[in-house]
């Protein structure tokens, strides 16, 4: 049975910093492309951050520069490092797993960003 599992949200002033964690079981990670996104309330889920299997990385205009997507297949668990937080980065952040049509989500973490 596949598992994704995220942690690491919280409450953070704006400028702050926070790193989300994925922690993935029942599959074999290093295969899957690791896509973060992030659904505040009343909008539509967008992504963040992916890393594909060979480690390449994209990002939306939004975060780039400020957020970034790693992964350590020994650990089978891809990260999120977000640094200059603003408050419209306020959502659930949920981690995803694709490869060849197989998609696997995780629960989400709540990440607040208020003074």
């Known amino acids: 049975q596949v598992q994704l599992v995220e942690s690491g949200g919280g409450l953070v002033q704006p400028g702050g910093s926070l790193r989300l964690s994925c922690a993935a079981s029942g599959l074999s990670f290093s295969i899957y492309a690791m896509t973060w996104y992030r659904q505040a309330p009343g909008k539509q889920r967008e992504l963040v951050a992916t890393?594909?299997?060979?480690?390449?990385?994209n990002y939306p205009s939004s975060v780039k520069g400020r957020f970034t997507i790693s992964r350590d297949n020994a650990a089978n668990t891809v990260y999120l490092q977000m640094n200059g937080l603003k408050p419209e980065d306020t959502a659930v952040y949920y981690c995803?797993?694709?490869?060849?049509?197989?998609?696997?989500w995780g629960q989400g973490t709540q990440v607040t960003v208020s003074s």
């Open positions: 890393i594909t299997s060979s480690s390449s990385t």
């Open positions: 995803n797993a694709l490869f060849q049509g197989y998609s696997y």
